[in-house]
């Protein structure tokens, strides 16, 4: 089989068995989730040109998978030239490019870093917890708060780097635009 863009559910991957899940209750959203994200990224990597295998994956990578994604996102981001720059419910609309939500890649980086070492990665060299990439994401914070006029400061929360349960997969970030939070949606 070719492998087509969209990502597939992940049934019956030969190759993916991971924990032993024979009478396990069904995976929670978060699990399911970080899963698919999972795929996701192995596909990423398959499609790359030249190809990447995630041993030789880096922060930039990283980062290269993180605005590829941006592509498929639903968040209005304007550049500083849009009259609606800094509105965060601007009264028409504009040209501005969607975007990933920031706070779905917080979310997305989150779930592929604990997959990664799920599935037999060192957390000293996880590209997901690379000094660059948690740099890259707080710029994509700052600016698209100030793009869309969102004040981050105020749902600053702490959160535990590694057991993250269900906990609103982001979609809780205050963005009107119906963005789907921490649910990407890719192909
Ligand atoms: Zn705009």
Known sequence: MDSASGPDPGEAGPSSKGSTEAAAPPPSRYESQKRRDWNTF???LKN???PLTLARCSGAHVI???KYLDQFGKTKVHVSECPH???PSPPAPC???SKQAWGSLDALI???RAAY???GGKSDSNPFGAKAVRIYLRDVRESQAK???IPYEKKKRKRPSSSAPDRGAGGDDGDGSGAGGGELTVG
Do not use: N
Request: aromatic fraction near 12%; glycine fraction near 12%.
């Open 42 to 44: 192995l596909q990423y």
């Open 48 to 50: 790359h040109k030249p």
């Open 64 to 66: 290269e998978f993180l």
């Open 85 to 87: 720059f800094g509105q």
């Open 95 to 97: 040209a501005c490019p």
């Open 110 to 112: 989150g779930r592929l």
């Open 117 to 119: 070492e799920e599935h």
């Open 147 to 149: 793009a869309r006029g």
